[in-house]
């Protein structure tokens, strides 16, 4: 195959982002948790907030005031992030050795007359939370869960916009990609491929560990690509996203390698394709999560498989990977339109083999609309 220069799949100009809406919206949250401030820990919620993507930092947001400490490694970052989201005269800016960053932190909590300071339970450890109640009494800590999660989940034509840009240089990569599987590669080297050519597409960076998974190996849900050549015969599931601006794409395909696919792993391949179907076309505003992961799962069962699918259906997408809501067994969560979710059932034999089909999809008010474009086909070109 050739890793030439081409920027197939390159996103182009994308619509803008409403970050400087999110922190009002945030605010309308904070007196239901009954605190006056929260203090935002967790860096993927910092950058959703405020547009700052720099890897050490915390926002503390009160009714009317906002504050980010940084350290001097993004001082220039972090204002040219702010002001490209709007935000220079709404968030305040602290750069400085961590020790003042605190300091600045507790004068801030007492210019905003904070008594009672939110803490991001699911993002704070007891180590920090022990230093953090130190630090900032008298004021009184409230443990909060999800407040700046909840509104990540229905995203802006922006966020769209970068989630379809994602998908397609995904897209575009594994057409380039695909022919390796025919060469007797290893894992290893097309994972790797594939990588790199979502870069060269445009990438910033791989969504998340990249899986191909081989023969055996593809019974193994989350198998990391390994030295193993891929054989005539094989089965393949290959996992992978792109990321553009932040957000994420997320796509499964499962291939034969060689003639025509025969055996039990052929029919497990149908069923999953239909099952798959069945979940995508069960998503739309107003359906429970649940309801989708049980249209997946009862064609898996009728087919005999049903202990051999042992994950959930899907799970939300965004600034992460893996996002509220959760498609699984039972979730109660409701479907709104500018979700974005992925349907993923899989089928897994040890010994034998695998099959997964995945794609990411924008909720809408009358069913979904997929993000993730490739082919079905299992067949691997030229072999």
Same mark, same amino acid.
């Given at each position: 195959?050739?890793?030439?220069?081409?920027?197939?799949?390159?996103?182009?100009?994308?619509?803008?982002?409403?970050?400087?809406?999110?922190?009002?919206?945030?605010? *309308?949250?904070?007196?239901?948790?009954?605190?006056?401030?929260?203090?935002?820990?967790?860096?993927?919620?910092?950058?959703?907030?405020?547009?700052?993507?720099?890897?050490?930092?915390?926002?503390?947001?009160?009714?009317?005031?906002?504050?980010?400490?940084?350290?001097?490694?993004?001082?220039?970052?972090?204002?040219?992030?702010?002001?490209?989201?709007?935000?220079?005269?709404?968030?305040?800016?602290?750069?400085?050795?961590?020790?003042?960053?605190?300091?600045?932190?507790?004068?801030?909590?007492?210019?905003?007359?904070?008594?009672?300071?939110?803490?991001?339970?699911?993002?704070?450890?007891?180590?920090?939370?022990?230093?953090?109640?130190?630090?900032? *009494?008298?004021?009184?800590?409230?443990?909060?869960?999800?407040?700046?999660?909840?509104?990540?989940?229905?995203?802006?034509?922006?966020?769209?916009?970068?989630?379809?840009?994602?998908?397609?240089?995904?897209?575009?990569?594994?057409?380039?990609?695909?022919?390796?599987?025919?060469?007797?590669?290893?894992?290893?080297?097309?994972?790797?491929?594939?990588?790199?050519?979502?870069?060269?597409?445009?990438?910033?960076?791989?969504?998340?560990?990249?899986?191909?998974?081989?023969?055996?190996?593809?019974?193994?849900?989350?198998?990391?690509?390994?030295?193993?050549?891929?054989?005539?015969?094989?089965?393949?599931?290959?996992?992978?996203?792109?990321?553009?601006?932040?957000?994420?794409?997320?796509?499964?395909?499962?291939?034969?390698?060689?003639?025509?696919?025969?055996?039990?792993?052929?029919?497990?391949?149908?069923?999953?394709?239909?099952?798959?179907?069945?979940?995508?076309?069960?998503?739309?505003?107003?359906? #429970?999560?649940?309801? &989708?992961?049980?249209?997946?799962?009862?064609?898996?069962?009728?087919?005999?498989?049903?202990?051999?699918?042992?994950?959930?259906?899907?799970?939300?997408?965004?600034?992460? &990977?893996? #996002?509220?809501?959760?498609?699984?067994?039972?979730?109660?969560?409701?479907?709104?339109?500018?979700?974005?979710?992925?349907?993923?059932?899989?089928?897994?034999?040890?010994?034998?083999?695998?099959?997964?089909?995945?794609?990411?999809?924008?909720?809408?008010?009358?069913?979904?609309?997929?993000?993730?474009?490739?082919?079905?086909?299992?067949?691997?070109?030229?072999?």
């Amino acid at each position: 195959m050739s890793l030439g220069s081409s920027r197939a799949g390159a996103p182009g100009r994308l619509l803008p982002m409403d970050v400087a809406g999110r922190l009002p919206r945030l605010r *309308s949250l904070l007196d239901g948790v009954g605190a006056t401030a929260l203090l935002v820990t967790n860096l993927t919620n910092v950058r959703y907030l405020t547009g700052f993507s720099g890897s050490a930092g915390e926002l503390l947001v009160s009714a009317d005031d906002a504050l980010l400490v940084t350290d001097g490694r993004y001082r220039t970052q972090a204002a040219e992030q702010l002001a490209a989201a709007g935000l220079s005269d709404a968030v305040r800016i602290f750069v400085g050795k961590v020790q003042a960053q605190r300091e600045q932190t507790v004068d801030a909590v007492r210019l905003m007359g904070a008594t009672r300071v939110g803490l991001e339970a699911e993002s704070v450890t007891w180590g920090a939370k022990r230093r953090v109640g130190d630090l900032l *009494s008298p004021a009184e800590l409230v443990p909060t869960g999800g407040l700046v999660e909840q509104l990540r989940q229905v995203k802006d034509p922006g966020e769209l916009d970068r989630m379809k840009a994602a998908a397609a240089i995904g897209d575009a990569a594994l057409t380039e990609v695909l022919e390796m599987l025919g060469e007797h590669r290893s894992e290893e080297e097309v994972a790797l491929a594939l990588d790199t050519t979502m870069r060269r597409f445009g990438a910033e960076d791989r969504a998340f560990d990249t899986i191909v998974a081989s023969g055996p190996n593809a019974a193994k849900p989350h198998s990391p690509p390994s030295p193993r050549p891929i054989a005539p015969g094989d089965w393949v599931v290959i996992d992978f996203g792109a990321t553009c601006e932040g957000y994420r794409s997320d796509m499964s395909r499962t291939f034969f390698v060689g003639g025509g696919p025969t055996g039990e792993l052929d029919k497990v391949f149908t069923v999953v394709v239909e099952a798959q179907a069945a979940g995508v076309a069960k998503v739309k505003a107003g359906i #429970e999560a649940g309801d &989708v992961d049980a249209a997946c799962r009862e064609l898996i069962a009728a087919a005999g498989w049903s202990e051999a699918f042992e994950h959930g259906t899907g799970h939300g997408v965004g600034l992460d &990977v893996h #996002e509220a809501p959760a498609i699984s067994e039972g979730s109660t969560a409701i479907l709104a339109p500018g979700l974005v979710v992925t349907v993923e059932p899989g089928v897994y034999l040890p010994g034998v083999g695998g099959v997964r089909i995945e794609d990411t999809v924008t909720v809408t008010g009358d069913g979904c609309r997929s993000l993730t474009g490739f082919t079905k086909d299992p067949a691997v070109p030229g072999t």
